[in-house]
């Protein structure tokens, strides 16, 4: 009887293996007229939705790789990279321009002009049409409520550094994710030394380094600290979920706030590019806008004339004072002081 | 000479074969080998934050081999030697902090520390935040591997030393015994801690293993990783060789002089009571508690029908991966066994290999073998490019796991069998077949069970490579952690949980099944 068990057993294991060799590379239509590959960095709730959509209307099946936490916005971009010479997506939804901008620097994406970009602000996208933005998050600080009273609460990214916030304020590590860009941004808009000021100064005021944004969002909703800097839709979901959370737009009167679009990018050489067109020309209607912004993510539409869902927490792109940068040139200046300050400086204080 | 002489087998047959299989098994990593090697260097590879990193890195490695040895092989001791009340389902859940991976650990102490009416419990963090999470959720693997040496103990030798001097000289006697398998086993959790990332990073710790994915993902410099993985595997196993060449000649010795009447269980008063709230204490440390930290927003909100509809269309492909992964890697893992049976040399070399390659972060190969896919011919993607691909990667990533395991089950095999085998005219294909693989079919199935779990938690591997459109439930659930609702977090994971309960519920129930059917 042992031995039929046996024999059962090693039925079983050759099943395995030949379900296995059977099963045919990246499930069996990935290329085909009706089949579309998107990997994206945006958070597989908020994308998931989009694509199913798209998916219902235009009969064209979405398969969908989201980045995860651990790896967030460079899993895929190192993937995307890796399988550059005959790519397996067709389109890469970035969750910001930084990331849209390597995989142009690295010859991964193709250029794609397309006519659904018509009243999307210019200034957010590649002059090229490597990358199209859309919709928008907004990088804030996020308070706890029960720690920072109405009139403490802070104003600019310098309250970080302010000593009624010291030992009490966090950011996530900012070689990785949307705060890398950030930081890009403020050494484009500050300047180096002004820079490098502000990043002293938060160590001086002990500003803890954690992992992520959701991290920040997750640690000062419980309590362990008093202010973070973080992304909207990070605040939220800890609004949803009636953490006692507030936030503000910092710099609202002075360098201003910073937006992070999202990018659509056309993968060059792409198995189904044409259906990749269509999905960015899906991506871009104010209608994706516009369902972006009831999603759980809260996302700001780029276009004025969009019309926000009731109760939408946040302003809209117009209301704001937004930062002036350079979109098109953050992933060089990112490239720049990542090697040369960012690492030492996450090495010294992490 | 070696028993491999003696008895007339072809040693330069099995050292081709052996070369084949380590060959297939570093396969994954070389591309980026080759092109680090290849390379003019553009960064300097030794600098103050890596060496400093480094340094931190061992340190881990130690604490959390120390840390799992401390408390696996005293447990595993009280689990192999004493009969007490369920005890196999509580052998069985030990394995539980290893099928979660060390970033949930982590998430549920942090959120467990920062609830105001906990203000009592100490906030892990750091080295020993790491070492704590970490080596709780390596203890499995040396308590089993001294529960699996435990049960070789014959009861003629435990007889002996107990009427001579008491439950303390079987307890002294037994832990001798089972100290080689045990820090092997150890050592294994060690290694496979140096390239996690999850503790390191939430717990504000600096690692190679952060300071390599600093490289890779922030400074996209493949180069500059790749080198860093070499030094570090090459540092990890220079200083695991010196326990590794020891710990590999006592259990030859431990193991091979063995008779086939093994000791029972004993029923001792006091030690009767202790293994079980040992056993259970630990469970309750290492997973339970965490896991309450990690779900119990799932009790304020909870999603348990969306989360269900995540587990049902991701179930399939998680089975996939991490079967296929432990197939692919018992099949080499017996082959290697095999092959090395009779050769101490044999084994350490291959082990050697092994666990320098286990030592070397996972994107590594991932990134490795996505570069050798978009180079080859469309006509191999279903090698490459496919399911089989997440499989055998997951499988040869955790062949080390196997292969120590299965080593230790073939040097049971008595050669006095295979000698009365070729007396009898019976063919080596009809003595594999009714001798060996019987013989080892309990630790093909422990194996089996082990990689499954592991390969499950290995996200980075699933992630970087899963084709689109098949995601496993692990990966489902980091993809889904960074902003869907913590109630949605929470009832995934509890649904993972439940899932992998079921499963190891399931698996107490073969060994029964398996006697019943012997009968």
Same mark, same amino acid.
């Given at each position: 009887?042992?031995?039929?068990?046996?024999?059962?057993?090693?039925?079983?294991?050759?099943?395995?293996?030949?379900?296995?060799?059977?099963?045919?590379?990246?499930?069996?239509?990935?290329?085909?007229?009706?089949?579309?590959?998107?990997?994206?960095?945006?958070?597989?709730?908020?994308?998931?939705?989009?694509?199913?959509?798209?998916?219902?209307?235009?009969?064209?099946?979405?398969?969908?790789?989201?980045?995860?936490?651990?790896?967030?916005?460079?899993?895929?971009?190192?993937?995307?990279?890796?399988?550059?010479?005959?790519?397996?997506?067709?389109?890469?939804?970035?969750?910001?321009?930084?990331?849209?901008?390597?995989?142009?620097?690295?010859?991964?994406?193709?250029?794609?002009?397309?006519?659904?970009?018509?009243?999307?602000?210019?200034?957010?996208?590649?002059?090229?049409?490597?990358?199209?933005?859309?919709?928008?998050?907004?990088?804030?600080?996020?308070?706890?409520?029960?720690?920072?009273?109405?009139?403490?609460?802070?104003?600019?990214?310098?309250?970080?550094?302010?000593?009624?916030?010291?030992?009490?304020?966090?950011?996530?590590?900012?070689?990785?994710?949307?705060?890398?860009?950030?930081?890009?941004?403020?050494?484009?808009?500050?300047?180096?030394?002004?820079?490098?000021?502000?990043?002293?100064?938060?160590?001086?005021?002990?500003?803890?380094?954690?992992?992520?944004?959701?991290?920040?969002?997750?640690?000062?909703?419980?309590?362990?600290?008093?202010?973070?800097?973080?992304?909207?839709?990070?605040?939220?979901?800890?609004?949803?979920?009636?953490?006692?959370?507030?936030?503000?737009?910092?710099?609202?009167?002075?360098?201003?706030?910073?937006?992070?679009?999202?990018?659509?990018?056309?993968?060059?050489?792409?198995?189904?590019?044409?259906?990749?067109?269509?999905?960015?020309?899906?991506?871009?209607?104010?209608?994706?806008?516009?369902?972006?912004?009831?999603?759980?993510?809260?996302?700001?539409?780029?276009?004025?004339?969009?019309?926000?869902?009731?109760?939408?927490?946040?302003?809209?792109?117009?209301?704001?004072?937004?930062?002036?940068?350079?979109?098109?040139?953050?992933?060089?200046?990112?490239?720049?002081?990542?090697?040369?300050?960012?690492?030492?400086?996450?090495?010294?204080?992490? | 000479?070696?028993?491999?002489?003696?008895?007339?087998?072809?040693?330069?047959?099995?050292?081709?074969?052996?070369?084949?299989?380590?060959?297939?098994?570093?396969?994954?990593?070389?591309?980026?080998?080759?092109?680090?090697?290849?390379?003019?260097?553009?960064?300097?590879?030794?600098?103050?934050?890596?060496?400093?990193?480094?340094?931190?890195?061992?340190?881990?490695?130690?604490?959390?081999?120390?840390?799992?040895?401390?408390?696996?092989?005293?447990?595993?001791?009280?689990?192999?030697?004493?009969?007490?009340?369920?005890?196999?389902?509580?052998?069985?859940?030990?394995?539980?902090?290893?099928?979660?991976?060390?970033?949930?650990?982590?998430?549920?102490?942090?959120?467990?520390?920062?609830?105001?009416?906990?203000?009592?419990?100490?906030?892990?963090?750091?080295?020993?935040?790491?070492?704590?999470?970490?080596?709780?959720?390596?203890?499995?693997?040396?308590?089993?591997?001294?529960?699996?040496?435990?049960?070789?103990?014959?009861?003629?030798?435990?007889?002996?030393?107990?009427?001579?001097?008491?439950?303390?000289?079987?307890?002294?006697?037994?832990?001798?015994?089972?100290?080689?398998?045990?820090?092997?086993?150890?050592?294994?959790?060690?290694?496979?801690?140096?390239?996690?990332?999850?503790?390191?990073?939430?717990?504000?710790?600096?690692?190679?293993?952060?300071?390599?994915?600093?490289?890779?993902?922030?400074?996209?410099?493949?180069?500059?990783? +790749? !080198?860093?993985?070499? $030094?570090?595997?090459? *540092?990890? @196993? /220079?200083?695991?060789? &010196?326990? #590794?060449?020891?710990?590999?000649?006592?259990?030859?010795?431990?193991?091979?002089?063995?008779?086939?009447?093994?000791?029972?269980?004993?029923?001792?008063?006091?030690?009767?009571?202790?293994?079980?709230?040992?056993?259970?204490?630990?469970?309750?440390?290492?997973?339970?508690?965490?896991?309450?930290?990690?779900?119990?927003?799932?009790?304020?909100?909870?999603?348990?029908?969306?989360?269900?509809?995540?587990?049902?269309?991701?179930?399939?492909?998680?089975?996939?991966?991490?079967?296929?992964?432990?197939?692919?890697?018992?099949?080499?893992?017996?082959?290697?066994?095999?092959?090395?049976?009779?050769?101490?040399? +044999? !084994?350490?070399?291959? $082990?050697?290999?092994? *666990?320098? @390659? /286990?030592?070397?972060? &996972?994107? #590594?190969?991932?990134?490795?073998?996505?570069?050798?896919?978009?180079?080859?011919?469309?006509?191999?993607?279903?090698?490459?490019?496919?399911?089989?691909?997440?499989?055998?990667?997951?499988?040869?990533?955790?062949?080390?796991?196997?292969?120590?395991?299965?080593?230790?089950?073939?040097?049971?095999?008595?050669?006095?069998?295979?000698?009365?085998?070729?007396?009898?005219?019976?063919?080596?294909?009809?003595?594999?077949?009714?001798?060996?693989?019987?013989?080892?079919?309990?630790?093909?199935?422990?194996?089996?069970?082990?990689?499954?779990?592991?390969?499950?938690?290995?996200?980075?591997?699933?992630?970087?490579?899963?084709?689109?459109?098949?995601?496993?439930?692990?990966?489902?659930?980091?993809?889904?952690?960074?902003?869907?609702?913590?109630?949605?977090?929470?009832?995934?994971?509890?649904?993972?949980?439940?899932?992998?309960?079921?499963?190891?519920?399931?698996?107490?129930?073969?060994?029964?099944?398996?006697?019943?059917?012997?009968?």
């Amino acid at each position: 009887m042992k031995r039929h068990l046996l024999t059962l057993y090693l039925a079983a294991e050759l099943i395995a293996v030949g379900v296995l060799g059977c099963s045919s590379p990246s499930s069996p239509s990935s290329s085909g007229a009706n089949n579309l590959v998107v990997y994206t960095s945006v958070d597989e709730v908020f994308a998931e939705p989009i694509g199913k959509t798209f998916e219902q209307e235009t009969g064209i099946r979405v398969q969908l790789v989201p980045d995860t936490e651990e790896t967030k916005s460079t899993g895929l971009l190192n993937r995307l990279i890796a399988e550059k010479g005959r790519p397996r997506a067709d389109v890469f939804w970035s969750g910001d321009p930084v990331r849209a901008a390597i995989l142009k620097s690295k010859g991964v994406s193709t250029a794609y002009p397309s006519a659904a970009a018509e009243g999307l602000p210019r200034e957010f996208s590649d002059a090229e049409h490597h990358w199209i933005s859309f919709s928008a998050r907004a990088r804030v600080l996020i308070y706890n409520k029960d720690l920072v009273s109405e009139n403490q609460k802070p104003t600019s990214i310098r309250d970080l550094a302010d000593p009624r916030f010291k030992g009490k304020a966090c950011i996530a590590n900012p070689l990785f994710g949307t705060t890398s860009m950030h930081a890009s941004a403020l050494f484009q808009s500050l300047g180096d030394d002004d820079a490098k000021k502000f990043f002293q100064s938060l160590v001086e005021n002990k500003v803890k380094i954690l992992s992520s944004n959701g991290e920040v969002r997750r640690r000062v909703a419980n309590g362990e600290f008093a202010i973070g800097l973080t992304d909207t839709d990070d605040v939220n979901v800890a609004i949803e979920e009636g953490k006692p959370v507030g936030f503000v737009y910092p710099d609202a009167d002075q360098m201003g706030t910073l937006m992070i679009p999202n990018a659509a990018v056309l993968i060059a050489g792409g198995p189904n590019g044409e259906n990749g067109k269509k999905f960015i020309d899906y991506l871009l209607r104010p209608e994706t806008e516009a369902a972006l912004a009831r999603s759980e993510a809260a996302q700001m539409p780029l276009r004025s004339e969009v019309e926000l869902p009731a109760g939408f927490p946040f302003k809209s792109v117009s209301q704001l004072r937004t930062m002036s940068v350079d979109y098109g040139t953050l992933a060089e200046k990112l490239e720049e002081i990542s090697d040369s300050f960012l690492k030492p400086w996450v090495d010294e204080n992490q | 000479m070696t028993l491999m002489a003696q008895h007339g087998s072809k040693p330069m047959l099995r050292w081709v074969l052996l070369v084949i299989v380590l060959g297939i098994a570093a396969s994954p990593a070389l591309p980026l080998v080759v092109l680090t090697l290849g390379q003019e260097p553009t960064r300097s590879l030794w600098t103050d934050a890596f060496s400093k990193s480094t340094g931190s890195t061992l340190y881990l490695g130690a604490g959390v081999s120390v840390f799992s040895l401390v408390i696996g092989l005293p447990l595993g001791l009280l689990a192999a030697l004493y009969r007490f009340p369920a005890r196999r389902p509580l052998i069985l859940f030990q394995a539980l902090p290893l099928l979660l991976p060390s970033f949930l650990l982590c998430i549920g102490w942090s959120n467990l520390a920062a609830a105001k009416w906990l203000w009592w419990l100490p906030t892990p963090d750091g080295l020993a935040g790491c070492v704590f999470v970490l080596g709780l959720q390596m203890m499995p693997l040396p308590f089993f591997a001294t529960w699996a040496a435990g049960h070789n103990l014959t009861a003629s030798q435990i007889d002996s030393v107990r009427l001579h001097g008491g439950e303390r000289s079987v307890l002294t006697f037994s832990a001798r015994a089972c100290a080689p398998v045990a820090i092997l086993a150890a050592l294994l959790g060690g290694i496979l801690s140096l390239s996690d990332t999850g503790a390191p990073l939430i717990f504000g710790y600096r690692s190679a293993a952060v300071e390599i994915r600093t490289s890779f993902s922030a400074l996209f410099d493949y180069e500059l990783a +790749g !080198r860093q993985c070499l $030094l570090l595997a090459g *540092l990890a @196993l /220079l200083l695991i060789a &010196p326990v #590794l060449f020891v710990g590999l000649r006592l259990l030859a010795a431990a193991v091979l002089a063995r008779q086939t009447r093994p000791a029972m269980p004993y029923p001792h008063r006091a030690l009767s009571w202790v293994a079980p709230g040992g056993l259970l204490l630990v469970l309750i440390v290492g997973v339970v508690v965490p896991t309450l930290g990690l779900c119990w927003p799932a009790a304020e909100n909870p999603m348990i029908e969306r989360a269900a509809t995540k587990v049902t269309a991701t179930a399939g492909t998680t089975l996939i991966f991490t079967g296929g992964a432990a197939v692919i890697a018992v099949l080499f893992a017996t082959l290697i066994a095999l092959a090395t049976s009779a050769s101490a040399r +044999g !084994r350490l070399f291959v $082990l050697a290999v092994l *666990l320098l @390659l /286990l030592a070397m972060p &996972p994107a #590594l190969a991932a990134i490795g073998v996505s570069r050798i896919a978009t180079g080859a011919p469309p006509q191999l993607d279903w090698l490459m490019r496919s399911r089989l691909t997440v499989a055998l990667i997951l499988g040869l990533r955790f062949l080390p796991v196997a292969t120590v395991a299965m080593m230790f089950a073939t040097c049971g095999l008595s050669p006095s069998w295979r000698d009365a085998a070729r007396i009898h005219g019976v063919s080596r294909v009809r003595m594999f077949v009714r001798v060996t693989l019987p013989y080892l079919s309990f630790a093909i199935v422990v194996s089996l069970l082990l990689v499954m779990v592991l390969a499950a938690t290995d996200i980075t591997t699933t992630h970087l490579l899963q084709p689109p459109g098949d995601q496993s439930l692990p990966v489902a659930i980091f993809t889904v952690m960074a902003n869907s609702p913590e109630g949605l977090v929470a009832s995934l994971c509890l649904l993972y949980l439940l899932c992998v309960v079921l499963l190891l519920a399931a698996a107490s129930q073969l060994p029964r099944l398996w006697s019943r059917r012997s009968a």
